[in-house]
T-cell receptor
Framework: DAGVTQSPTHLIKTRGQHVTLRCSPISGHKSVSWYQQVLGQGPQFIFQYYEKEERGRGNFPDRFSARQFPNYSSELNVNALLLGDSALYLC???????????FGPGTRLLVL | TQLLEQSPQFLSIQEGENLTVYCNSSSVFSSLQWYRQEPGEGPVLLVTVVTGGEVKKLKRLTFQFGDARKDSSLHITAAQPGDTGLYLCAGASSDYKLSFGAGTTVTVRA
């Protein structure tokens, strides 16, 4: 069975640009969560979506937004990129918002 | 800032030795999870502990959840090079948002 997939795997952007990251959950999973992992730290929670609705938001600025589609895939958008946005962005899917989360391989974003 | 404190930050041992990684918090969690992450990959779930005082064993790995559900430990017996990786603990709140520790980097030398 396919696990969580994310695209692209790597991305290089410059300050001020915007970026869209994509996530496809495990088949049958209806909840998707996004995390940011800066080098040397553990993942930090950004958003959780369930049945296309936002169920939780972490302590991130409004430059970060996300949405979930009818097929339960999800996009994370970041506007006006800053150097500090350079990180590994992880997507995790689960059957429901209170179920075990399974992580994808992540998208590594570098902002120059 | 991390809600969960992990120690030590780095651990380097010889193959065959034992190791313990600790995860502590001032918050109570409904459950606590341990993950292992290898470079360039996402975290892979090792175990979920739910009940205070719970002990789970998976082959050479033993996980313990504190009685007050605020702390946990991971013990590896007879470590092997394949155990090398970043070990992360994550606490789940009542709404199941995960709060991660900064991780412990374990290196097992052959």
């Amino acid at each position: 069975d396919a696990g969580v997939t994310q695209s692209p795997t790597h991305l290089i952007k410059t300050r001020g640009q915007h970026v869209t990251l994509r996530c496809s959950p495990i088949s049958g999973h209806k909840s998707v969560s996004w995390y940011q992992q800066v080098l040397g730290q553990g993942p930090q929670f950004i958003f959780q979506y369930y049945e296309k609705e936002e169920r939780g938001r972490g302590n991130f600025p409004d430059r970060f937004s996300a949405r979930q589609f009818p097929n339960y895939s999800s996009e994370l958008n970041v506007n006006a990129l800053l150097l500090g946005d350079s990180a590994l962005y992880l997507c995790a899917s689960s059957l429901g918002p209170q179920e075990t989360q399974y992580f994808g391989p992540g998208t590594r974003l570098l902002v120059l | 800032t991390q809600l969960l404190e992990q120690s030590p930050q780095f651990l380097s041992i010889q193959e065959g030795e034992n190791l313990t990684v600790y995860c502590n918090s001032s918050s109570v969690f409904s459950s606590l999870q341990w993950y292992r992450q290898e470079p360039g990959e996402g975290p892979v779930l090792l175990v979920t502990v739910v009940t205070g005082g719970e002990v789970k064993k998976l082959k050479r790995l033993t996980f313990q959840f504190g009685d007050a559900r605020k702390d946990s430990s991971l013990h590896i017996t007879a470590a092997q090079p394949g155990d090398t990786g970043l070990y992360l603990c994550a606490g789940a709140s009542s709404d199941y948002k995960l709060s991660f520790g900064a991780g412990t980097t374990v290196t097992v030398r052959a």
